[in-house]
């Protein structure tokens, strides 16, 4: 369970400093909330994953 919370925290975080870092240096390209949005995705397909391991075993 520890590693699934680590999995959506690590999304959490990312996320955050993804969002500061374009409200403090602004986003021409309009990345962020592509990188936000994929490491979210991430966090989130790896809590699954790690709840459907757990399921298994």
Same mark, same amino acid.
């Given at each position: 369970?520890?590693?699934?919370?680590?999995? +959506?925290?690590?999304?959490? &975080?990312? *996320?955050? #400093?993804?969002?500061?870092?374009?409200?403090?240096?602004?986003?021409? !390209?309009? +990345?962020?909330?592509?990188? &936000?949005? *994929?490491? #979210?995705?991430?966090?989130?397909?790896?809590?699954?994953?790690?709840? !459907?391991?757990?399921?298994?075993?």
């Amino acid at each position: 369970m520890l590693r699934v919370l680590a999995y +959506l925290l690590a999304g959490l &975080v990312f *996320a955050f #400093l993804s969002w500061l870092l374009a409200e403090v240096g602004g986003d021409g !390209l309009g +990345l962020v909330p592509l990188v &936000v949005s *994929a490491v #979210l995705w991430t966090a989130i397909v790896g809590a699954v994953l790690e709840l !459907l391991r757990r399921r298994r075993s």
